[in-house]
């Protein structure tokens, strides 16, 4: 569902971050699930609030097609979104760079592409225009360091 609305998604996501300002450093949108990295403004932890309104407003954009337990239902949720995100503090360059590769890798981690650069809804592609990562990073070596 994500990559086939990847543009209501993307709206989402821009309509929160004018309201609620973070940066994205790193970002891949697989078919079920996505991953980022983000940082928001100094004082500002708040990233349950950007969340809920990125789901919020994605949702809201979808036909109620999917199936709901009772319990979505009385709560008024929808059956797209899993309730809770795991979130990490970045530690330091280190820790930073190992949770890009990891997220840059997914989409080969989870057998989409047999290249990073082959999947297209990933923040990958800018990095490589600016330098960051080469455009053949993760064609295959890779596989045997990000793989389960």
């Not at 709901?68 to 949720?77: A, M, N, P, S």
């Not at 997220?103 to 490589?128: E, I, M, Q």
Request: proline share 5%; with cysteine.
């Amino acid at each position: 569902m994500l990559v086939e609305r990847i543009e209501l998604l993307r709206a989402a996501v821009q309509t929160v971050k004018r309201s609620h300002p973070f940066i994205i450093h790193g970002w891949v949108v697989l078919p079920e699930h996505l991953h980022c990295i983000l940082e928001l403004p100094p004082g500002d932890a708040d990233f349950a609030l950007r969340w809920r309104l990125i789901k919020l407003l994605f949702s809201r954009q979808l036909p109620k097609l999917e199936r709901r337990t009772l319990v979505r239902q009385r709560r008024g949720e929808r059956g797209i979104w899993q309730r809770r995100y795991w979130e990490h503090l970045i530690r330091d360059a280190a820790d930073f760079a190992a949770h890009m590769d990891y997220l840059h890798f997914n989409p080969v981690k989870h057998g989409l592409v047999s290249r990073v650069a082959d999947w297209p809804y990933s923040t990958f592609h800018t990095l490589v225009s600016t330098g960051v990562y080469p455009a053949n990073w993760a064609g295959g070596e890779q596989a045997a360091l990000y793989g389960d």
